[in-house]
């Protein structure tokens, strides 16, 4: 019912009559095994053959979210089996594997179906509490494979991105719950954040990347145990990271709202959590945001008609402004200058320019 | 913001071509979907059917023909998917869920039948608000989609806005949920599905209009949303959800009920947004689709003419932009 970028052109041609009566009778195959499962669940058959039945009817419609309820009661009851009443009928195992496989080739066409996504940790959880610890933690190691596929194949699936937090979560949980090893294989936060580097090198204005980016720093930091020069060194080289991709491409928003995420960290309202170095003198700052405006207005020589520049110039001048009213490396004028180009550039949010306007006074 | 203003407004047929609301077609076409039992479409989006009866029901509202359903038919396909529990199903036969619930008590409100359920269903409306108050998670103040446990701001979102209009806000911890909300803040002042998601106007829909129900908005930067929310126009004049995306009808609700909501509807250029909004009608046989030339469908259809309602289209009630329900529906529910 929600359908997004279908051509009118291709769905509007009238159908011949001999069209229409193939649709009827797909329309009635399709209402059979519908009622077929849910009469089978009504009378409570949980059983492989219904469990197959319902494979069929979601492999037609994965968004027909009671039947992913009706799969997990039939799951609840054959997991819960005793292994002597399931006799040769499939294992928890492979019960576990074959929802996997299902929801796996579902995701490939059907990516953005919360339902799937919703089953699949359903199923993982489920595998949690049914088989071996080690098992277990094969299976949540494979699901980050699986996120690599998804996000390979669409590299903003928010979804995807929310389930790979989750699967890592998840490892952490399972890894701190095993015995201390000595030969500790490498934290999953430093993995992750040299992932969000590589998906960022493959695609600078992969915005997801570097929102993701932008939530390991300060976990990265604290299991670190970074002191002060090491915070400061990581920030240096975020620093670095983003203004060599402004530099590369200017007009591309992700890349500013990095810019803006590193510069929040500097305000010294800024929730100590989300702080990158704490103890920021307001030298610090001040040198910060002088390098950066420095930076900015030397992109602005070859790129005078990139808006986002302007806009930044602005932002950081008025983080500045907080820390230093009296500051001389900018004047109002300069100000009002980057605001008419802005208005000038960006005439669509002309009404946000003039309540800007007016709140840097006369 | 008006579009047309001194004489002559209301008048849509004076409107040059560009600028063209196909009222008409549109009330037919969501007149006609409940009549397609002959296409395989119709039986796979069933799951969809008691949101599409409160999207086809909400934008007939905002186009100034509530009365083009049948209320009775209407009613007594909603009262058929309320299950013993107090939730709804998409359907007959179809499970409870939040979603459904949500819409479910929509209907009913924009229907004014708030009594009628209470006639029919003893107890009906505290039955619907201890379904959802039972979704609510005490821990983080969340609340999941169903018993099945998915967890997400949408469903947060949609148990506010039902239990308010139903009068039944105090079933719940709100002071948790808003704290809930706050967990999933972002550095750019938006929200995403859950903390430490990437903020999405979708979301940031939700969080903004549960903090509007729960009486926060002052925990919202309003300057520092609105930018982002600003810049999500693109030059075509359409919307998009994040950042580097593509524009889409749905957004222009979205992204604009926020903007509303913030008072800050007046960054982004209305004309241009109208304009792009109307291309997406289909002109012949009614409906909106999420660009121009695509298939249309009624998701995008209420979503594209509350957007309208937004931007004050001329002949158009006025919408409620935390709601997405006529403002007149609202205005009696909530006695505000």
């Given amino acids: 019912?929600?359908?997004?970028?279908?051509?009118?052109?291709?769905?509007?041609?009238?159908?011949?009559?001999?069209?229409?009566?193939?649709?009827?009778?797909?329309?009635?195959?399709?209402?059979?095994?519908?009622?077929?499962?849910?009469?089978?669940?009504?009378?409570?058959?949980?059983?492989?053959?219904?469990?197959?039945?319902?494979?069929?009817?979601?492999?037609?419609?994965?968004e027909y979210y009671t039947i992913w309820n009706h799969r997990r009661r039939v799951l609840i009851t054959l997991l819960a089996l005793d292994p002597v009443?399931?006799?040769?009928?499939?294992?928890?195992?492979?019960?576990?594997?074959?929802?996997?496989?299902?929801?796996?080739?579902?995701?490939?066409?059907?990516?953005?179906?919360?339902?799937?996504?919703?089953?699949?940790?359903?199923?993982?959880?489920?595998?949690?509490?049914?088989?071996?610890?080690?098992?277990?933690?094969?299976?949540?190691?494979?699901?980050?494979?699986?996120?690599?596929?998804?996000?390979?194949?669409?590299?903003?699936?928010?979804?995807?991105?929310?389930?790979?937090?989750?699967?890592?979560?998840?490892?952490?949980?399972?890894?701190?719950?095993?015995?201390?090893?000595?030969?500790?294989?490498?934290?999953?936060?430093?993995?992750?954040?040299?992932?969000?580097?590589?998906?960022?090198?493959?695609?600078?204005?992969?915005?997801?990347?570097?929102?993701?980016?932008?939530?390991?720093i300060p976990r990265l930091l604290d299991e670190r145990k970074a002191d002060h020069n090491a915070r400061r060194q990581l920030f240096d080289n975020e620093l670095e990271l983003i203004c060599t991709a402004i530099n590369t491409d200017p007009f591309d928003q992700s890349i500013w709202y990095y810019h803006q995420y590193l510069m929040s960290t500097l305000a010294p309202d800024c929730p100590e959590q989300s702080k990158i170095v704490p103890n920021l003198t307001t030298e610090d700052r001040t040198k910060y945001y002088a390098h950066e405006m420095e930076y900015i207005q030397e992109i602005l020589e070859d790129e005078a008609d990139c808006k986002w520049i302007y806009e930044s110039l602005l932002h950081v001048a008025q983080c500045f402004l907080v820390i230093d009213a009296g500051t001389d490396l900018f004047t109002t004028s300069d100000m009002r200058n980057w605001l008419e180009n802005l208005q000038r550039l960006d005439p669509l949010r002309k009404g946000r320019w003039e309540e800007v306007g007016a709140s840097l006074g006369k | 913001m008006a579009l047309v203003s001194?004489?002559?407004?209301?008048?849509?047929?004076?409107?040059?071509?560009?600028?063209?609301?196909?009222?008409?077609?549109?009330?037919?076409?969501?007149?006609?979907?409940?009549?397609?039992?002959?296409?395989?479409?119709?039986?796979?989006?069933?799951?969809?059917?008691?949101?599409?009866?409160?999207?086809?029901?909400?934008?007939?509202?905002?186009?100034?023909?509530?009365?083009?359903?049948?209320?009775?038919?209407?009613?007594?396909?909603?009262?058929?998917?309320?299950?013993?529990?107090?939730?709804?199903?998409?359907?007959?036969?179809?499970?409870?869920?939040?979603l459904y619930t949500v819409s479910g008590v929509q209907i009913l409100a924009t229907l004014d039948a708030f009594d009628e359920l209470d006639r029919r269903v003893p107890g009906g409306r505290q039955k619907i608000g201890q379904f959802i108050a039972g979704l609510q998670d005490p821990e983080t103040g969340t609340f999941a989609g169903d018993e099945w446990g998915e967890r997400d701001t949408r469903f947060l979102y949609g148990a506010l806005n039902a239990l308010s209009l139903m009068k039944l806000l105090h079933l719940v911890n709100v002071d948790k949920a808003v704290e809930h909300i706050q967990s999933c803040a972002n550095f750019d002042g938006g929200y995403g599905t859950s903390p430490g998601a990437e903020s999405h106007s979708g979301q940031i829909f939700t969080c903004v209009s549960a903090l509007t129900i729960a009486g926060r908005l002052d925990l919202v930067d309003h300057d520092k949303l609105g930018a982002w929310l600003s810049e999500r126009q693109l030059k075509n004049g359409g919307l998009n959800g994040r950042p580097e995306k593509k524009e889409d009808v749905c957004?222009?609700?979205?992204?604009?009920?926020?903007?509303?909501?913030?008072?800050?509807?007046?960054?982004?250029?209305?004309?241009?947004?109208?304009?792009?909004?109307?291309?997406?009608?289909?002109?012949?046989?009614?409906?909106?689709?999420?660009?121009?030339?695509?298939?249309?469908?009624?998701?995008?259809?209420?979503?594209?003419?509350?957007?309208?309602?937004?931007?004050?289209?001329?002949?158009?009630?006025?919408?409620?932009?935390?709601?997405?329900?006529?403002?007149?529906?609202?205005?009696?529910?909530?006695?505000?």
């Fill in chain 1, 1 to 62: 019912m929600a359908s997004h970028g279908v051509s009118r052109a291709a769905a509007t041609t009238v159908r011949s009559e001999e069209a229409r009566q193939k649709e009827l009778q797909q329309i009635d195959t399709y209402k059979d095994l519908v009622n077929q499962v849910n009469a089978k669940i009504v009378e409570r058959q949980y059983t492989i053959e219904v469990l197959s039945l319902i494979t069929k009817l979601l492999n037609e419609n994965p």
């Fill in chain 2, 6 to 98: 001194g004489p002559g407004r209301g008048g849509m047929s004076d409107m040059p071509v560009e600028m063209r609301l196909f009222v008409d077609k549109h009330v037919r076409y969501i007149q006609s979907l409940d009549t397609r039992k002959d296409e395989l479409e119709y039986w796979l989006t069933e799951h969809l059917r008691l949101n599409g009866l409160y999207w086809g029901l909400t934008a007939l509202h905002l186009l100034g023909h509530p009365d083009a359903l049948p209320r009775d038919e209407v009613l007594e396909f909603v009262l058929s998917c309320l299950h013993d529990n107090g939730g709804f199903g998409a359907a007959p036969g179809h499970d409870a869920h939040m």
């Fill in chain 2, 251 to 336: 957004y222009s609700w979205w992204v604009m009920s926020s903007l509303a909501n913030l008072k800050r509807l007046h960054w982004i250029d209305g004309r241009k947004l109208t304009e792009f909004i109307l291309q997406c009608q289909d002109p012949e046989l009614g409906g909106l689709a999420d660009r121009p030339g695509d298939m249309v469908d009624v998701f995008h259809t209420v979503f594209g003419i509350a957007g309208l309602s937004l931007l004050k289209y001329p002949g158009l009630a006025e919408v409620d932009p935390t709601y997405c329900m006529p403002r007149e529906v609202t205005r009696r529910c909530l006695g505000k």
């Fill in chain 1, 85 to 216: 009443d399931r006799g040769d009928r499939a294992s928890p195992e492979e019960l576990i594997e074959n929802d996997l496989q299902l929801t796996f080739s579902l995701l490939r066409k059907f990516p953005k179906c919360y339902w799937i996504w919703n089953h699949r940790d359903w199923i993982l959880q489920k595998g949690e509490s049914t088989l071996e610890a080690d098992t277990t933690r094969r299976l949540w190691s494979g699901e980050l494979q699986l996120v690599n596929k998804m996000l390979h194949a669409d590299s903003r699936n928010f979804h995807a991105w929310s389930y790979r937090r989750f699967v890592v979560a998840q490892l952490d949980r399972i890894q701190s719950g095993s015995i201390a090893d000595a030969e500790a294989p490498k934290s999953m936060i430093e993995l992750e954040f040299e992932y969000t580097t590589k998906m960022i090198k493959i695609n600078l204005s992969n915005f997801s990347a570097w929102h993701n980016r932008s939530r390991l």
